[in-house]
């Protein structure tokens, strides 16, 4: 596969909370020259730009519910077609569920693209709680406490599952080892990245 590499990207990172996510997130995007996508961001922008589809989000929001996956779907389809995701991007929070994974593979195979790959940091549960409960102490965050975190880890593993084996069958996810220094690991995903033929587009 990596007889000739491409210059696109489109990749979606999976990880638990205290998984190193959002920094590797960041270290992907700079190195692939593609936006990180979350799911919040988009959220926000949105409601401070007073967008249509802003204030709907605004109007859920408001009433307490959950914002639903057709409404999520189409931020996430309107941010993705925005010309700095023209050569990739890099989801991060989307798609959460089975349905959201399917909304999604429609969207891209109507444009003949799809995933590259889904890149999935594998942190022990275990690793998890020592991190965010550490966190919790040096931030100072009465919300985090090991019921709170054993809850949220129950909810990930829950909504995760179901995506990964979706995308385990289509033969795209990488699974690293998110145990280590920063730039180890950094350099596993890279190692993964490469061995589909996704070229890197800036030295990180």
Not at 143 to 154: C, F, G
Not at 175 to 181: E, L
């Amino acid at each position: 596969m990596t007889a000739s590499a491409q210059n696109t990207a489109r990749l979606l990172i999976v990880g638990p909370q205290g998984s190193g996510k959002g920094t590797q997130g960041v270290r992907i995007a700079e190195a692939y020259g593609i936006p990180v996508i979350s799911t919040g961001d988009i959220f926000r922008a949105h409601i401070k730009e007073g967008t249509d589809l802003g204030k709907q989000v605004t109007a859920v929001l408001d009433t307490g519910d959950l914002v639903s996956d057709e409404l999520t779907g189409a931020l996430v389809r309107d941010r993705i077609s925005q010309p700095d995701a023209a050569n990739g991007f890099l989801l991060d929070g989307y798609p959460r569920n089975a349905a959201q994974v399917v909304h999604l593979d429609d969207f891209l195979a109507a444009q003949g693209t799809s995933l590259d790959a889904v890149i999935l940091l594998d942190v022990p549960r275990e690793e998890s709680i020592q991190r965010l409960e550490l966190r919790a102490t040096e931030q100072g965050r009465a919300d985090d406490t090991p019921e709170a975190i054993s809850h949220r880890l129950d909810i990930y593993e829950r909504e995760t599952a179901p995506i990964l084996e979706a995308y385990g069958a289509k033969g795209i996810v990488d699974r690293i080892d998110g145990v280590g220094g920063l730039d180890e690991i950094t350099e596993r995903i890279f190692a993964a990245l490469a061995a589909r033929g996704l070229a890197r587009t800036a030295a990180v």
